[in-house]
């Protein structure tokens, strides 16, 4: 299984930032894409930003993600970050990096190809 680790959760209060962190493992599949997920307590996973690229003109993301958080991909050290800018309390969740086949509009992979991490929490309350 491909195996990604990630790490940069905590609290943080409204309006504040946050930066997530994605240590993806070697793999060997062409046009692999990679993004975010997350999932609040009672709540399914959804997609928050992906991107085949790691370049903002490639990026997609969330309705709720749109204009507040930002996907990079560091293709040095083979990391995945998601840069998380005014946060919500809706935005309370743990967040799991993936990687796949495809990235749809919405920032949601289709196709996940590695394998559901830990995740890392991000708690947003006053």
């Known amino acids: 299984q491909l195996q990604l680790v990630e790490s940069g959760g905590g609290s943080v209060q409204p309006g504040g930032s946050l930066k997530l962190s994605c240590a993806v493992s070697?793999?060997?599949?062409?046009?692999?894409?990679v993004g975010w997920f997350r999932q609040a307590p009672g709540k399914e996973r959804e997609g928050v930003a992906c991107?085949?690229?790691?370049?903002?003109?490639?990026?997609k993301y969330s309705t709720s993600a749109q204009g507040r958080f930002t996907i990079s991909r560091d293709f040095t050290n083979y990391t995945l970050y998601l840069q998380m800018d005014n946060v919500k309390p809706e935005d309370t969740a743990v967040y799991y990096c993936?990687?796949?086949?495809?990235?749809?509009?919405?920032?949601?992979?289709?196709?996940?190809?590695?394998?559901w991490g830990r995740g890392t929490q991000v708690t947003v309350s006053s």
């Open positions: 070697v793999f060997s599949f062409d046009h692999a894409v």
């Open positions: 993936a990687a796949g086949r495809y990235c749809y509009s919405g920032g949601y992979i289709h196709e996940v190809l590695s394998a």
């Open positions: 991107t085949t690229e790691g370049r903002p003109g490639h990026a």
